[in-house]
């Protein structure tokens, strides 16, 4: 598999109804809860990339993230709870949405989320093709003047090439009833009966480069075997094993990810990227989805967005890509 489950203070995932999901591949996102008063979108970011690599972020990742990332402003009061979408970060199949909940006594030693959350990308990027979405909203911490905040990771398997930071697309959220999560096998405790629905266009604030390498070819863990020739005095029946070789087809690598076309010799392993000062930044989440030639589609999610031009290889397992 290309996912590496964490621990996850996300409580929800959902999946939309019009999105086609591969069974093969599984999408799995991680969300992490900070120490910090009033986290804003970059501070979750560089608490993420600290915890990610050991050191501080670049200069050049934060404006990065500053360029990515878009005030929204918008909310949305049901009863006595309000729910404000604060700010967006976007890329092509991943967006990080930061949320404020007031008008409940929080308690700051506890998790809260919602008992149902949908996010949905509209006009359906994948354009009913092989694709499909995965979302996880937790709090990650408190304001100054107590409203909860919260966390959306939303990862897209767009299998057509659409990038979901175009401007031509939609972010849909609905959130239904305030709760208190619990740990172990207690019952999520509801706190409060509600809506809150929000409708958030995609404004293309930053399109960073993508790097495109056309057909590249990797070794492989899973071996084939190859028939010995009768004529040679080889019999049918007698086989030899060797490595197998994969093909990658339009391999693409953007701020929040990368990925490619490849045959069914890839091994089912996580990315990562190499930058320039040698330090690696590992895929946390993936997704893919069978292809009607036998092929997949893949794509592999970096858990803070980077600035492509800091990038000098990709790693899949042993194997190594070089960029330039």
């Known amino acids: 598999r290309m996912t590496k489950q964490e621990h996850i203070t996300t409580v929800k995932r959902r999946i939309p109804k019009t999105a086609l999901i591969a069974a093969a591949l599984a999408l799995v996102l991680a969300g992490t809860a900070l120490a ?7 501070g979750w970011f560089e608490q993420k990339w600290a915890e990610e690599t050991g050191g501080q972020m670049t200069e050049s990742q934060s404006l990065l993230i500053n ?19 604060d700010s967006i970060t976007v890329g092509g199949s991943q967006i990080w949405a930061l949320l404020d909940v007031e008008g409940w006594d929080f308690d700051r030693d506890a998790q809260y989320s919602f008992d149902r959350v949908r996010a949905e990308i509209v006009p359906d990027p994948s354009e009913g093709q092989y694709g499909g979405a995965a979302y996880g909203l937790g709090s990650i911490g408190f304001t100054e003047y107590d ?6 990771e939303f990862s897209a398997t767009i299998s057509t090439g659409n990038q979901l930071n175009s401007g031509d697309y939609t972010l849909e959220i609905d959130l239904n009833d305030l709760i ?32 495109t390498i056309d057909h590249v070819q990797v070794p492989s863990k899973q071996m084939v075997w190859d028939q010995t020739d009768e004529e040679d005095g080889g019999t049918a029946e007698g086989t030899e094993p060797r490595p197998a070789v994969a093909t990658l087809t339009n391999l693409q690598i ?7 076309y490849c045959d069914g010799l890839m091994d089912r392993t996580r990315a990562a990227a190499i930058l320039a000062d040698g330090t690696e930044v590992e895929s946390h989440g993936g997704g ?7 092929g997949w589609y893949a794509s592999f999610d970096w858990p803070v967005p980077l600035d492509v031009t800091d990038i000098v290889a990709i790693r899949f397992g042993n194997a190594e890509i070089p960029l330039n």
């Open 147 to 152: 409203k909860c905040r919260m966390l959306l």
């Open 67 to 85: 360029s990515l990332t878009q005030k929204v402003g918008e909310s949305v009061t049901s009863g006595e709870v309000t729910v404000t979408v």
């Open 180 to 211: 208190r999560c619990r740990t172990g096998r207690a019952e999520d405790e509801i706190l409060y009966e509600g809506d809150w629905s929000f409708s958030i266009p995609l404004t293309p604030e930053s399109l960073s480069p993508v790097i």
């Open 36 to 42: 910090v008063a009033s986290p804003t979108l970059r």
């Open 254 to 260: 953007s701020a929040t990810g990368v990925s490619f």
């Open 288 to 294: 893919g989805s069978s292809l009607e030639d036998g």
